[in-house]
Nanobody, 124 residues
């Protein structure tokens, strides 16, 4: 069982930046993959970025070049640095972790542990 707690959401103007964090109850060094997802009102949840235990990262096309996923294994914390934010980035952002029995597949990773989410609001 992995518990995940997100923080860092808030309201920012378009073009601004935010950094989300996700504290994990397990060692992030040993977790095969972790990621960020988001869900806007009326839309399906979508993958944003993933990072594997070997450091390999992947991004949704819509955020490439603007968002950066990283993790600090010493702090067991996952991050999502978001720059040049656009109104379309407004959503509830969720941290997720690998689970062998998870029901969500994204970028060759199976996710099954989820945080409670942190809200990102963008004003234009």
């Amino acid at each position: 069982q992995v518990q995940l707690v997100e923080a860092g959401g808030g309201s920012v103007q378009a073009g601004g930046s935010l950094r989300l964090s996700c504290a994990a109850s397990a060692s992030t060094w040993s977790i095969y993959c972790m990621g960020w997802f988001r869900q806007a009102p009326g839309k399906q949840r979508e993958g944003v970025a993933t990072i594997r235990s070997d450091g390999h990262t992947s991004y949704a096309d819509s955020v490439k070049g603007r968002f950066t996923i990283s993790k600090d294994n010493a702090k067991n914390t996952l991050y999502l640095e978001m720059n040049s934010l656009e109104p379309e980035d407004a959503a509830m952002y969720y941290c997720a972790s690998y689970n062998a029995y998870g029901s969500t597949w994204y970028r060759d990773c199976r996710f099954g542990y989820w945080g409670q989410g942190t809200q990102v609001t963008i004003s234009s």
